[in-house]
């Protein structure tokens, strides 16, 4: 994607899975990475991967649910790179496994994944949003997922914890309009990935990789989405739409 090169893409959970997947594009499309993970080790190689593409990389290991963890991260990267233009709010926790219904679901466990899939994305978004205002430009885009849209018995906390980041991502988006920042999020569709083995592992058809559903990302971030704000994309149709008029 034209465009992308020399600019900071902060990424959260960005050691495993999509997050991981994201960096790698990111990467290889000239962007400066800012990641964060809660597994320090898993990140620190995803750091030396990137490196090895020539991707100038800051990584810091924290719970960005946790403020104090949120205000080292962006510090960090804004000490490295001046800046944030792009923010992917990436990390998310699945809870209990297998998931119970509500009926049964542990109040802890509710609201951890509460706190890690909602509160974080709002802590990490507020702390980076004042100044893509002040520049008058950023790209912000969540991660969400099927479960966020309809709901499904046995989705428990996370699909609820994927309905409140839409309505999160609606309301900034709502917020900054007219502002140059946007806000849009994507559902990356069903992937092979641990967190889908752990939701749904007696899985028995084809799932897409991680790297395979990166394309609008990659987009959203670019000036070519600059006039996109509020919207919702399946990043699996993307693709599909994207190679068919290729």
């Known amino acids: 994607m034209d465009g992308l090169s020399g600019k900071t893409v902060m990424i959260t959970g960005a050691s495993r899975g999509l997050g991981r997947a994201l960096a790698v594009a990111f990467a290889q499309a000239g962007a400066n990475l800012a990641l964060s993970a809660r597994g320090e080790t898993a990140l620190r190689t995803v750091k030396r991967e990137l490196e090895e593409l020539g991707a100038e990389v800051e990584a810091v290991t924290g719970d960005m649910s946790v403020s104090r963890d949120v205000e080292r991260f962006v510090a960090v990267a804004e000490e490295a790179f001046g800046k944030i233009d792009v923010l992917i709010n990436n990390a998310s926790i699945l809870g209990p496994s297998p998931m119970p219904l509500l009926l049964d679901y542990p109040e802890a466990d509710f609201a951890e994944v ?3 899939n909602a509160v974080g994305p709002f802590l990490v978004t507020r702390r980076v949003l004042p100044q893509m205002l002040t520049r008058g430009s950023g790209s912000i885009v969540n991660v969400t997922s099927e479960a966020g849209n309809v709901g499904y018995a046995g989705w428990g906390a996370y699909g609820i914890s994927k309905f409140a980041l839409e309505g999160l991502t ?14 849009n999020m994507v559902d990356p569709g069903e992937m092979d990935t641990d967190m889908h083995a752990l939701a749904v592992p007696d899985c028995d058809y084809e799932l897409a990789q991680p790297h395979e559903v990166t394309d609008v990302f990659l987009y959203l971030a670019s000036d ?10 399946s990043a699996q149709e993307f693709a599909r739409e994207r190679r068919g008029g290729a």
Do not use: F, H, M, S
């Open 114 to 116: 509460l706190r890690v």
């Open 224 to 233: 070519e989405a600059k006039e996109i704000n509020g919207q919702r994309y």
């Open 170 to 183: 609606g309301t900034w988006a709502d917020e900054v309009r007219g502002t140059g920042v946007r806000v």
